[in-house]
């Protein structure tokens, strides 16, 4: 474990290589079967109801109608969620094909919003819990094989998959801090 700036760092995110691989996983990290959806924060739940309406460009009437009569996210104050349907899917996956996307990141990309996503979803496989302070670790799932697979090949290690999510996280210093502690110490061992 390393501490870059009160955050405790989990060096398998710095060892590890992944690199997702969504034809072969379907976009799984979408729909694992559970009663909760991605974890959100507080403070993003009015940055996704500003994006409702595009997101419902791309949703199915069941997801939009789920939306309509549930809303989008469950819970308490922090431990909030997005909403589940059928204990499976993410009340904010659209299908491409067999792939399962996110509405919400598809609008962003399309340009009709500034949200992305849920940072818990920008940051995956990261999961971020709090023991007096931020502790990042990287969360194993059998689903996610394949990126491990393909981390391998490109040689890709998890800090660098999800640098985008890291920085909106932490900062680019911070990022900085931690790109070059693992540059020095982790690829001597």
């Known amino acids: 474990m390393i501490l870059i700036d009160k955050i405790l760092v989990n060096e398998e995110i710095l060892e590890t290589n992944f ?24 403070a993003e739940i009015p940055l ?21 009569s549930k809303g989008f996210y469950e819970g308490t104050p922090d431990n909030y969620s997005t909403v589940c349907i059928d204990a499976k899917d993410c ?14 990141e598809r609008a962003y990309f399309d340009g009709k919003g500034k949200f992305r996503k849920p940072l818990s979803c920008h940051l995956f496989p990261i999961r971020v819990s709090d023991f007096g302070g931020e502790y990042i670790f990287y969360s194993q799932f059998s689903e996610c094989t394949p990126a491990l697979k393909l981390g391998d090949r490109k040689g890709t290690k998890i800090y660098q998959f999800v640098k985008d999510g890291l920085i909106r996280a ?14 020095t110490h982790i690829q001597e061992k």
């Open 170 to 183: 932490y900062g680019e210093d911070w990022y900085e801090i931690l790109d070059t502690y693992a540059q």
């Open 91 to 104: 009340v904010f996956v659209y299908y491409e094909g067999l792939i399962a996307k996110c509405a919400l």
């Open 19 to 42: 690199h997702c691989d969504v034809k072969q996983c379907e976009g799984a990290c979408c729909t694992f079967k559970s009663e909760f959806g991605a974890p959100i924060i507080e």
């Open 48 to 68: 996704i109801e500003e994006m409702l309406p595009v997101a419902f460009e791309y949703l199915t009437k069941k997801s939009i109608n789920v939306i309509k």
